[in-house]
C-alpha cells in the first residue's frame, strides 16, 4: 500500500517535471509560430492564386513550377526587424510564382546555433543570412558563387559588395542593409546641459559628461552588461583611419600593430572611466535594453550603440530627439567617426534543389520595389543595393550625413578572429569592476588577436 | 508456465523498448557521435574536419584558464546548491507533510516556481534585483540592498545559487514529502508512546527512513548543479567578466559561439567522466545509509 502510493506520488512528480522542461523552451516558440504564420498565410494567397491562375502568374513563374507542382522555398531570416513588411513581400512574390510556398524561418535570438544546427542536420536552408565577415566565411562553402551574375552584383554599392567577398575575392553573399555605430545622443538632453558644439576628442567629451551632471542628467548609461557591446567599443579606438577596418585588423592579427602602440588605445579606458564615473550606480547590470529605455526617455544623455536598435527606441519612446555622435578617441577631431557596414549577408545555398528560384527570391528581397519597401520602411534603413528611395529611420538618415561627409569607417569587430566580442568583452567588464588592470586588459587582447 | 515466461517478456519489451530506443537515440548515439567529433579540428559547420589526436585533450588541461575557471565555479556552486536546498526543502517537507489544508497550499506555493518558464522567472529576479532591491534600500537604508548584485563578480554567485535554490525547492519537496508520507505510522507512535520528543523521532526514525528519498535527492540536485545552465543562460550570460561560467555554458559558448566543435566535444567528454566519479561516490555514501521498514 505504502509503495503503491509512493510509486504514484514519484510518478506524478515525474510527469510534473517534464511538463516543466516543456515550459523551459518557450523562448525557442516564436520562431516556429512565425514559420507557421508565414506558411500558412503563404498557403492561402497560393491556393488563391491557383484558383484564379492570372496570365501574367503564369509568365513569371517559369523560373519555379513549369509544370504547376508544388515548391516549398525554405528561407532562414537571422533577424525580426520589419516582419509585417517582410511578410507583404513574400505574398507578392507567391502572387507571381503560383504553386510556390515560401517557408521563412525568423530567428531574433541566437540565430547562429539555430542556423548552425539546421545545417548539421542537413536540412539547409535555401536562402540564409549571417554576420558578414568571419562568421559568413565559414558558411561560404555552402554558397553560390555569384561573381558571374554582374546583372545582379551590379546593382548593388561596390563597397557593400566588398562585405560578400571570400578571400579569393569571389562574391559569395550578398549585403542586405547598412548599419552605423557610435555613440548615439539625446540632442534634447545636451541642450538642457547647454552643450551646442558635439564633443569630438576625449578633452570635450568629459567637459560635456561634466555639463550634464551638472545639469542633473546621466551623461552615460553604457550597457556593460552585454560583452559585444564593449567589443564594439573597444573597435573604435583600435582603428586606423589611413588603413580603414580591414588594414588595421589584419596588422593586429598579423602582430605588426601591437596593442599598446596603438595611437588612441589608453583613450578606451578613459571612456570606461568615464562611463564609470558619469554613470548610473551599478553600471555592469545595465543590459541594451536598460539603456536603450534610459537614452529614449532623457534619462540618460549617451549609450554606445547602432541604429540597429531604432525600432526598439521608437517603441520605448517615437518622439525623443536622437542622433548619431561619431565617436570621440583620441585628441584630434579627425579621429572620430562612425563605424558603418554591410553587416548582415545573404546567401544561397549552391546544392538547393531550387537553385534557380533561391537565386530569384533573393534578388528579389534585396533588390526589387518590395525588397527596398521592407529595408527602407519597414526596417529603416539604408540598403546595400543602389536606391535613391528615403529611409524611415532617423538615426539611419543621421548616419547618412556622416557618410557624405566621409566620417566613417568600416567594422572591426566582424572581420576579428572569431568569438572576438565574447572572449575580449569580459576583460572591458573586468576592467569596469577593477578585477583587471588597464595593463592586463591590453594584454588580453593582444594575446587572442594574434594567437589564432 | 512457458507460455507466461514469454508473455511477461513481451510484456516487458513493450513497456521498455520505446524508453529504451529514445534514450538510444537522444542520448546514446549522440554520445558515441561526441567521442569520435572530439579528435577532430572542426568549426560545426565546414564539411571538412582535420584529424588531430588528442591535441584538444592537451590543450583542456594545459591551456584553457576559462574551462577550469568554469569547473571551479560549477564545483563550488555544487557544493553551495545541494547542502542548501536540501535543507530547506527537507525542512519545508516535514512542515509540509502534516495533513492540514493549510498545508496544501503550503505545497502549491513552494512548487510554483519549479514549473513556471525560465524566462519568466529571470524577469523575476531581474525585477527583484533591480527595481525591488532599491526601493527596499530606499525604505530601510541598508547597504546590504543597495549592492550592486548582479553586477559584482563575487556576489553574481550567490545570485545564480539563490535563483537556482528558489526555483528547485518545490521538487524536492515533493520528493521529501513522498518519503516522510512512506514512513509507518505505527513506528512514529510507538516511538512517541515510548517517550520520544519530535527531534528524536525525527532524528531516529524519520531520516533513516526517508533515506531513499535522501539520495535521489542528493542525486537529483548533484546532477542539476553540474549541468548547470539554464540560468546562466537567460540571466548572467556568464557575467559579470566571465564570473558566472558553468562548465556546460562554456561548452556551449565553444560550440556554438567560438565555433570549435571538436574542442566542445572534448570538454563534454571530460566532464562527463568527472561527472560519473562524483555521482557514483556520492551514491555509494547515501545507499550504505538506506534501510528498510
Known sequence: MVKKKLAVLLSAVMVASMLAACGGSDTQEPAAESTNEDTAASEESAEAESDGASEESAESGEASAASGEEVTLKVFDAHAYGLDEYAEMVEAFEKDHPGVTIEVQHAANDSNTLLQSRVNSGDIPDVFDVE?????????????????????????????????????????????????????YNKDCFEQAGITELPTTMDELEEACKKLEAAGITAFAMPAKESWVLGQLATHFMMDKSLDAEGTANALKSGEKQFADLPNWNNLFRML???????????????????????????????????????????????????????????????????????????????????????????????????????????????????????????????????????????????????????????????????????????????????? | MKNKKINDFLLFALFVFPAVAFVLFATDIPFVMNMYYSVFDWNGVGKSMKFVGLDNFIKIFTNDKLFWKGVTFTLKFAVFYVVIVNIISLT??????????????????????????????????????????????????????????????????????????????????????????????????????????????????????????????????????????????????????????????????????????????????????????????????????????
Open chain 1, 132 to 184: 558578414s565577415g568571419t562568421s559568413a566565411k565559414m558558411y561560404y562553402e555552402y554558397a553560390y558563387d555569384w561573381t558571374d551574375d554582374t546583372d545582379v552584383t551590379s546593382l548593388f554599392n561596390e563597397d557593400a559588395l566588398e562585405t560578400g567577398r571570400d578571400d579569393d575575392g569571389r562574391i559569395k553573399s550578398l549585403p542586405w542593409t547598412y548599419e552605423n555605430m557610435g555613440i548615439l
Open chain 1, 273 to 452: 572611466d568615464l562611463a564609470i564615473e558619469y554613470g548610473p550606480d551599478k553600471p555592469l547590470e545595465i543590459d541594451w535594453e536598460t539603456s536603450e529605455n534610459m537614452l529614449a526617455n532623457g534619462e540618460a544623455a549617451m549609450i554606445h550603440m547602432g541604429d540597429w536598435c531604432q525600432s526598439t527606441l521608437d517603441s520605448f519612446n517615437a518622439d525623443a530627439n536622437l542622433g548619431f555622435l561619431p565617436c570621440p578617441v583620441g585628441s584630434s577631431a579627425d579621429d572620430c567617426t562612425l563605424l558603418s557596414s554591410c553587416n548582415w549577408t545573404y546567401l544561397v545555398n549552391k546544392d538547393s534543389e531550387n537553385l534557380e528560384l533561391a537565386k530569384e527570391y533573393l534578388t528579389y528581397i534585396l533588390t526589387s520595389e518590395m525588397g527596398q519597401y521592407w529595408m527602407c520602411e519597414g526596417v529603416g534603413a539604408v540598403p546595400g543595393v543602389k536606391t535613391d528611395r528615403e529611409v524611415s529611420g532617423k538615426l539611419a538618415n543621421d548616419a547618412k550625413t556622416y557618410i557624405a561627409a566621409a566620417k566613417t569607417n568600416g567594422w572591426i569587430h566582424t572581420i576579428a578572429p572569431t568569438s572576438y566580442s565574447d572572449v575580449c568583452g569580459p576583460y572591458l567588464q573586468a576592467y569596469m569592476t577593477g578585477d583587471m588592470s588597464a595593463e592586463e586588459v591590453t594584454q588580453g587582447f593582444q594575446e587572442f588577436w594574434t594567437a589564432q
Open chain 2, 92 to 293: 519545508v517537507a516535514v512542515v509540509m507533510s502534516k495533513e492540514k489544508k493549510s498545508s496544501s497550499v503550503g505545497r502549491a506555493f513552494y512548487y510554483v516556481p519549479y514549473i513556471i518558464s525560465l524566462t519568466a522567472i529571470s524577469l523575476i529576479w531581474k525585477f527583484i534585483f533591480g527595481p525591488g532591491f532599491e526601493a527596499l534600500y530606499n525604505i530601510t537604508g541598508w547597504e546590504f540592498f543597495n549592492w550592486s548584485w548582479v553586477g559584482t563578480p563575487k556576489l553574481a554567485f550567490y545570485v545564480v545559487v539563490i535563483m537556482a535554490v528558489w526555483q528547485n525547492v518545490g521538487f524536492y519537496m515533493v520528493n521529501y514529502i513522498a518519503g516522510i508520507i512512506a514512513v509507518p505510522k505505527e513506528l512514529t507512535e510507538a516511538a512517541k508512546i515510548d517517550g520520544a520528543n519530535s527531534f528524536q523521532v525525527f532524528r531516529k526514525i524519520m531520516v533513516p527512513m526517508i533515506m531513499p528519498a535522501v539520495s535521489i535527492c542528493m542525486l537529483t540536485s548533484l546532477t542539476f548543479a553540474f549541468k548547470l545552465f539554464d540560468i546562466i543562460m537567460v540571466f548572467t550570460k556568464g557575467g559579470p567578466a566571465n564570473s558566472t561560467v558553468t562548465v556546460a555554458y562554456n561548452i556551449y559558448k565553444e560550440a556554438f559561439v567560438n565555433n570549435k566543435y571538436g574542442m566542445a566535444t572534448a570538454k563534454s567528454l571530460v566532464f562527463v567522466v568527472f561527472v560519473l566519479i562524483v555521482t557514483a561516490i556520492q551514491l555509494k555514501v547515501t545507499k550504505s545509509k538506506e534501510v528498510e521498514a
